[in-house]
């Protein structure tokens, strides 16, 4: 018998370097599988990670296999690096560069096990051929995939990334279970940064439930309903990891609970893993803590 995973996570851990706005450089190893993977440990949820690098890096996963993570990592000859700027105050206003790619990944890579669902957590388009994706669903892996490495396209000589429309969107929508985007990508990929007009729009080429998020919070649209919460972080010093940590913790609630609690929960989630640099380190009670703030700051204005 095949083993049997809630959530399998696919995508290639990067040694990056941030380039924070004011002048400070932080080497920040891991990317949106990291992101995505620790979002999901106050769950009792099994999780694991598909991952391409090099073997002489793979002491960057030991955090991942100590928060009880499996981690299934087909050799490359290089790791994934990369650099990020951020451009303004505004973390939404950021510029990314690409050192160095794992390459694509193929069928061949992903392990004889099975999983409630596969979520494509990418840096770039390098990662996901199309092939790859008709692949998953051919085979019957229901997946979900976050629009961030399709939009971002690396120059192969430079190394400097575009954000551009992506070509089999559409495809892309019909497949995937769920799509997740951000404001930036939305106006790429539908031209407007108007969050519930993404959503229905996406919804109306036939993707069953889609998730924008921007600064002031995150939107949900699903069974032909909206659903808005906004965050509540004190600051933005963690913002890096944002859409991969709600999106994955919404992914692992929802496997349990309609659509408005379970975005609460991750927005409540982020809110907290937002105010401190890296990914989530709190604890499930930090996380309903937050929600009753939050409910009772709405009771107190409302």
């Known amino acids: 018998m095949k083993d049997h995973y809630d959530l399998m996570l696919v995508g290639h851990v990067g040694l990056n370097q ?10 920040i190893p891991g990317g949106p599988v990291f992101h995505c993977a620790l979002a999901t440990t106050w769950s009792k949820k099994r999780v694991a990670v598909v991952t391409k690098m090099a073997e ?48 694509p990944f193929s069928l061949a890579d992903m392990p004889d096990v099975d999983s409630r669902l596969y979520h494509l957590a990418g840096i770039n388009r390098i990662e996901f051929p199309l092939e790859f994706m008709v692949g998953l669903r051919d085979r019957g892996f229901p997946f979900s995939v976050d629009m961030q490495a399709l939009v971002r396209n690396a120059d192969p000589t430079t190394g400097s990334v575009v954000y551009e429309d992506y070509p089999h969107k559409v495809l892309v929508f019909e497949m995937a279970e769920k799509v997740k985007l951000d404001i930036v990508e939305a106006r790429l990929l539908v031209g407007t940064s108007d969050l519930e007009e993404t959503a229905k729009h996406i919804e109306r080429t036939g993707s069953r439930e889609v998730m924008v998020t921007s600064r002031e919070g995150a939107l949900v649209r699903a069974k032909g309903k909206t659903f808005f919460e906004r965050f509540t972080n004190r600051n933005d010093v963690g913002r890096t990891g944002r859409g991969d940590t709600v999106f ?55």
């Open 248 to 302: 994955a913790s919404y992914l692992i609630c929802r496997m349990d609970h309609a659509p408005g609690p379970s975005l609460q929960f991750a927005a409540a989630l982020t809110s907290i893993k937002m105010e401190t640099p890296g990914p989530f380190k709190g604890s499930l009670s930090d996380v309903l803590e937050r929600i009753e703030q939050s409910a009772d700051a709405v009771d107190r204005h409302g």
């Open 56 to 103: 002489l890096d793979v002491e960057v996963l030991r955090p991942l296999r100590d928060a009880g993570i499996d981690v299934f990592v087909s050799p490359a000859p290089q790791t994934t690096r990369g650099r990020i700027f951020y451009l303004s105050e505004n973390p939404d206003d950021r510029r990314h560069e690409l050192e160095a790619t794992a390459g």
């Open 18 to 27: 941030l380039h924070k706005y004011d002048g400070t450089v932080e080497p």
